[in-house]
T-cell receptor, first 111, second 114 residues
Framework: AQSVSQHNHHVILSEAASLELGCNYSYGGTVNLFWYVQYPGQHLQLLLKYFSGDPLVKGIKGFEAEFIKSKFSFNLRKPSVQWSDTAEYFCAVNARHQLIWGAGTKLIIKP | KAGVTQTPRYLIKTRGQQVTLSCSPISGHRSVSWYQQTPGQGLQFLFEYFSETQRNKGNFPGRFSGRQFSNSRSEMNVSTLELGDSALYLC?????????????FGEGSRLTVL
């Protein structure tokens, strides 16, 4: 069965630290990959997506992610986090017309 | 452009009752999908509708059902509520016919079952 694994459930960083959130998926076919973010009290919103082409994709608010097909990974990165990045981050894979979600990573940025 | 609207935002029910949740997608979006979000299980796919047809269904019991109307508005119904149905129910709409996952979410309906 298809699955998405996010390695860290909770991450605490100080402002200006670098961020990398891991995401691995299991699905052998063509996939579309996503990172969604849920800020406190707000709805889920798309952070970035990969459909095809350049495996390094850039999203909103300075986030980027790299698709490594051989590792079935789609890790999210940001060089310098801000307090406003405190949120829950979800990796998702679209396979066979449904989204399969990771468990989410709660990110807390200490000011 | 108005976003995805879900009603009601909060509701409290007792075991055995049934509940209907409503979702109005972004204008022009014909795909509507529903998810259940809980702290323990995360985001779980319920079903997806496109042009009034259910195209995909998650692994939930038959107590969970949905429908979509000709104006793309959607409802989901949960009958014979159980304590474990307490969750945030999210609706998402998409403009992609092929449902490749670029979803726009509503704020959710938070259901508490007592």
């Amino acid at each position: 069965a298809q699955s998405v694994s996010q390695h860290n459930h909770h991450v605490i960083l100080s402002e200006a630290a670098s961020l990398e959130l891991g995401c691995n998926y299991s699905y052998g076919g063509t996939v579309n990959l996503f990172w969604y973010v849920q800020y406190p009290g707000q709805h889920l919103q798309l952070l970035l997506k990969y459909f095809s082409g350049d495996p390094l994709v850039k999203g909103i608010k300075g986030f980027e992610a790299e698709f490594i097909k051989s590792k079935f990974s789609f890790n999210l990165r940001k060089p310098s986090v801000q307090w406003s990045d405190t949120a829950e981050y979800f990796c998702a894979v679209n396979a066979r017309h449904q989204l399969i979600w990771g468990a989410g990573t709660k990110l807390i940025i200490k000011p | 452009k108005a976003g995805v609207t879900q009603t009601p935002r909060y509701l409290i029910k007792t075991r055995g009752q049934q509940v209907t949740l409503s979702c109005s997608p972004i204008s022009g979006h014909r795909s509507v999908s529903w998810y259940q979000q809980t702290p323990g299980q995360g985001l779980q796919f319920l079903f997806e509708y496109f042009s009034e047809t259910q195209r995909n269904k998650g692994n939930f019991p038959g107590r969970f059902s949905g429908r979509q109307f000709s104006n793309s508005r959607s409802e989901m119904n949960v009958s014979t509520l159980e304590l474990g149905d307490s969750a945030l129910y999210l609706c998402a709409s998409s403009s992609w016919e092929d449902y490749i996952g670029e979803l726009f979410f509503g704020e959710g309906s938070r259901l508490t079952v007592l």
